[in-house]
Structures are given as structure tokens and as C-alpha cells.
């Protein structure tokens, strides 16, 4: 409905500069052809219109004011019309305009009765990992000397694989939005993971580094829900107090060592090296691999690149991940946008995303594995698959595509593209011939 609405707008817009001013052939490609035009293009032909304007009847002087407004407006359309949908339409949107990724996964993936686990969970130690993990490790070194190297795993769910890394000799935090997957990662790993008994809050402070504990905001009354916090009377009196980000800590035996793994309860695209280094036992706050089994394939197409931003700011240079990818005809098992099927996710991940995502200049891209599978699900029926494990390495940073965390580069050009269009075109109704001044 808002593309319908910019599109109303341009074609309000574009109504009132073919009553102000002179046609000609550039105006007219302008107004028959809004999304064939770039951003430049549109530019271009109203900043030729501001010379050549000239009124339509009246022959009044030009005015410059409209056909500058007319210019923003053109620019808005344009920019709304080359650009996809925000990611927020596969999530849902909270009261406040923030977008709660979790509650998708939370009540339908891990919404199921107990002793069961969600399709994409595997009962045993990823093959793929096995196979691949000492050419993942292979010379790399820690940040501090003597330590286990660090392994980030996103959207963790409650995987085999976090133990088996710790029991290699690698210090492992998983990020996970999900209670359940946690709550069930620790019964069912009870007797490798030790000391995963409670969980610690964190608290983001006024210079932007966290420290372990609740943060207390009081409010006599409930003012509606709050994105981590939870609105009761507790040791501070009433009020919201925080409740996510929380680490669950604990350790898994090597020999006669301990190794460190610990979850994150929070969404993965608000990890921060902040957060890490003052919540977990990484201080550095950035890891030296990144194991990625089903999390880039969960996350919808738009949200890709800040996705990859997220996993570049917390992975130094010289690290490695080592992702495993599904590769289909997107065309074949179509994308609903507005989330309500639930398949896809796995999403494909093509040669061709691989590039995009992980541009050559910073990163070094290697297939280790490319062969063919079955998929179970119904939705993929005669559809060939395969399964592509790629071991990525960073080769420099790439402060070009840094995230906000709050919903996507895109979403927020979407946002000023529309708040420019709207304001131009309000602005020109108000300026428009018989209109006031």
C-alpha cells in the first residue's frame, strides 16, 4: 500500500507540472514512465524544466519554488520505485516503528509441542563441519596469545555443533533470539555443557559499553510494550526493567581444560563488538571465525547485506567463515515478501548473492564443496538443489555497508524517499495555480 500511495503521489505531482509547466518530450518520458527512470534521470529533467519553465496560460513570471518541488517530488518517486520493500513487511513491526524479528521464529518455526524440534534442526554433528573444519582453523592464531580461537555461530538454535567446536579446543558464542532453543540447548547438552544455570542481563550504558546487569526506567503505568524491556514492580519499584540482551554462560571439558560457550539471547542484527567484549569471554569483541549453518539461507533477501554487515563488524580481518549455502531456482519455490508461508526460508544463495554480499576487494571467496540434494519439504518438490559449503576470508574492512541494526539500509532510504515525496507534493498543492502563496 505505500508503493501504491508514492505512486498516487508522483502521479499528483506529475499532474501539476504538466499544468505549470511547458510540455516537452523530456517532461513527458518523466510522466509516462516513472520506473524506467533512475534517480539521476529524474534530476535531470526537472532541473532542465527550472530553465525552461514558463506558465502554461496565464503567462505569469516562472516560479522557481514550484519547479523545485516538483524536482523533490520526481527524485522521491524515482528513488521509491528502484528500490525494494523494506525488510520490516517479513517481519513484524512493533507499536514504536521497530521491527521484532523473533516473534516470527518464536510462533512458528519453535511454536511446536514438546520433544519436538523445528525441520531445519539436525540431530547430529553437521558432516560439512567435520569435513571442513581444519581447513577453516588452518593458520590462524588468536588475538591473545595462549587462548582457544574465538567462534561466532548465529542463529545457534540448540545445535550439535557449539559442543563439537568447544571439544576441538574452540571458545564458541552463539547468538540466538529464541528462549525455547536455549532452554532446550541446555537440558539436552547437560552433560557436555557445564554451568549454563541462569541467564545474565545486559545493559548498554550512557558512553555505549555494556556491563552485566538491569537497566530500571520508572513508570507508574504501563505505557505499552517496550523492544527488551518488560514492564513490572521489581527491587527498584514499578517501572520497565531491562531483560534482553542476556548471556548464558557456560563450559564444556577438553581434557583437563574448560572451553568457554556461551549464547547470546538477542537478535543477531543488533550484535555490536560492544556487546560481546563486555558481556561474554571474548574482550576483543570480535571473533576469528564465523560458522554460518543455516542462518544466511533463514534471513529474507532484503535483509542480506545487513546481515553481512553485522558478521563483518564482529569478525576481524583475517578471519574466515565458513558458510554453507543452498543453491535453487528462487522462481521455482516463489518468495512471499509478507512472510505468511513458510516456505522459503532456506532461501537460495546463489554465485551470483555470493558476489554481491561478499565483493572481491574485501574478501577472498572459496566453494570447498558443491553437490547435490533432497530436500524433505513438499515446497521443493522436483526442484534440484544443492548444497554449497563456502569458505569466505576477510581481507579488509568494508566500512561502505555498515548497519543500524534497526531494519535495513533500505528500509531507511525507503522511509526518506517517501517523507521527501509527500513533503514536495503537499508543497505543491499549496503552490499550485489558484492556490495560496
Not at 561502505?400 to 525507503?414: F, L, N, Q, T
Request: net charge positive; charged share 25%.
Amino acid at each position: 500500500w505505500i508503493k501504491l500511495a508514492a505512486v498516487r503521489c508522483f502521479a499528483l505531482s506529475r499532474g501539476l507540472a504538466m499544468r505549470s509547466l511547458w510540455p516537452s518530450p523530456m517532461l513527458r518520458g518523466l510522466a509516462s514512465a516513472p520506473r524506467r527512470l533512475t534517480v539521476l534521470e529524474g534530476a535531470r529533467c526537472c532541473a532542465a524544466q527550472v530553465q525552461a519553465s514558463r506558465c502554461h496560460e496565464q503567462r505569469e513570471p516562472p516560479r522557481p519554488d514550484r519547479a523545485l518541488l516538483l524536482w523533490l517530488s520526481a527524485a522521491g518517486a524515482a528513488t521509491l520505485a528502484l528500490l525494494p520493500g523494506p525488510a520490516q513487511c517479513y517481519y513484524e513491526k512493533r507499536e514504536d516503528g521497530s521491527v521484532d524479528r523473533m516473534k516470527k521464529w518464536s510462533r512458528g518455526h519453535w511454536s511446536l509441542p514438546p520433544g519436538r524440534s523445528p525441520g531445519f534442526h539436525e540431530k547430529a554433528i553437521n558432516p560439512q563441519l567435520e569435513k571442513f573444519l581444519p581447513r577453516f582453523s588452518q593458520g590462524l592464531k588468536p588475538f591473545a596469545e595462549g587462548q582457544p580461537l574465538s567462534v561466532l555461530v548465529p542463529l545457534c538454535g540448540k545445535t550439535f555443533d557449539m559442543p563439537f567446536l568447544c571439544e576441538q579446543g574452540f571458545a564458541v558464542v552463539g547468538v540466538e533470539g529464541v528462549e525455547r532453543a536455549i532452554l532446550e540447548f541446555k537440558a539436552e547438552h547437560r552433560m557436555r555443557v557445564k554451568g549454563m544455570k541462569s541467564r545474565a542481563v545486559m545493559s548498554v550504558q550512557e558512553d555505549g559499553s555494556w556491563t552485566e546487569g538491569a537497566s530500571f526506567f520508572p513508570c507508574a503505568d504501563f505505557q505499552g510494550a517496550r523492544p527488551g524491556q518488560v514492564f513490572k514492580k521489581g527491587s527498584e519499584g514499578i517501572g520497565y526493567y531491562t531483560e534482553r540482551p542476556a548471556i548464558w554462560r557456560g563450559k564444556v571439558s577438553q581434557g583437563k581444560k574448560s572451553i568457554p560457550l556461551e549464547i547470546i539471547e538477542g537478535d543477531m542484527f543488533e550484535m555490536r563488538p560492544e556487546l560481546i567484549s563486555g558481556g561474554t569471554f571474548n574482550k576483543e569483541g570480535r571473533f576469528d571465525m564465523v560458522y554460518d549453518r543455516g542462518s544466511l539461507v533463514a534471513i529474507p533477501p532484503e535483509s542480506r547485506m545487513d546481515y553481512v554487515s553485522t558478521i563483518s563488524g564482529l569478525l576481524r580481518v583475517g578471519g574466515r567463515i565458513l558458510l554453507l549455502g543452498i543453491d535453487y531456482d528462487q522462481q521455482k519455490v516463489p518468495y512471499d515478501p509478507s512472510g505468511k508461508r513458510k516456505c522459503p526460508p532456506p532461501f537460495a544463495v546463489t554465485g551470483e548473492h555470493m558476489r554481491q554480499m561478499f565483493p572481491a576487494a574485501y574478501w577472498k571467496v572459496t566453494v570447498l564443496d558443491d553437490q547435490p540434494t533432497t530436500m524433505t519439504n513438499r515446497a521443493f518438490a522436483d526442484v534440484p538443489v544443492r548444497n554449497v559449503t563456502y569458505l569466505i576470508e576477510k581481507r579488509a574492512e568494508d566500512r561502505s555497508h555498515r548497519s543500524s541494526g534497526s531494519g535495513g539500509s533500505s528500509a531507511g532510504i525507503w522511509m526518506a524517499g517517501t517523507a521527501l515525496l509527500a513533503g514536495a507534493a503537499a508543497c505543491a498543492l499549496v503552490l499550485r495555480p489558484g492556490g495560496s502563496s
